[in-house]
């Protein structure tokens, strides 16, 4: 089975920057695709950013040119670096991650993320 651990998640003000890491562990022979995914109270989960295996990367229009996702496929890792935090990132961040042929999904427990003025 495949493990996703989070960590970087905390409590940062207004402006400033957190960096989120993933890793993935368990039986997988590749990795497909790997994202971040947040859940604020009240609200859905939705997709932040998402990199798939041949580089293409896909970000929610609010967090455009604030966070960047990038992956280290040697350590079956992903990171997520937030900058210009603003209150409405507050959220649950989890990281998600689809392997092998058949695409399977996989979630992390998530990481808080809590933005102050």
């Known amino acids: 089975q495949v493990q996703l651990v989070e960590s970087g998640g905390g409590l940062v003000q207004a402006g400033g920057s957190l960096r989120l890491s993933c890793a993935a562990s368990?039986?997988?022979?590749?990795?497909?695709?790997m994202g971040w995914y947040r859940q604020a109270p009240g609200k859905q989960r939705e997709l932040v950013a998402r990199?798939?295996?041949?580089?293409?990367?896909n970000y929610a229009d609010s967090v455009k040119g604030r966070f960047t996702i990038s992956r280290d496929n040697v350590k079956n890792m992903v990171y997520l670096q937030m900058n210009s935090l603003e209150l409405e990132d507050t959220a649950v961040y989890y990281c998600?991650?689809?392997?092998?042929?058949?695409?399977?999904?996989?979630w992390g427990q998530g990481t808080q993320v809590t933005v102050s003025s």
């Open positions: 990199i798939i295996s041949g580089g293409s990367t």
């Open positions: 998600n991650l689809n392997a092998d042929s058949n695409w399977v999904t996989y």
């Open positions: 368990g039986r997988f022979f590749s990795i497909k695709a």
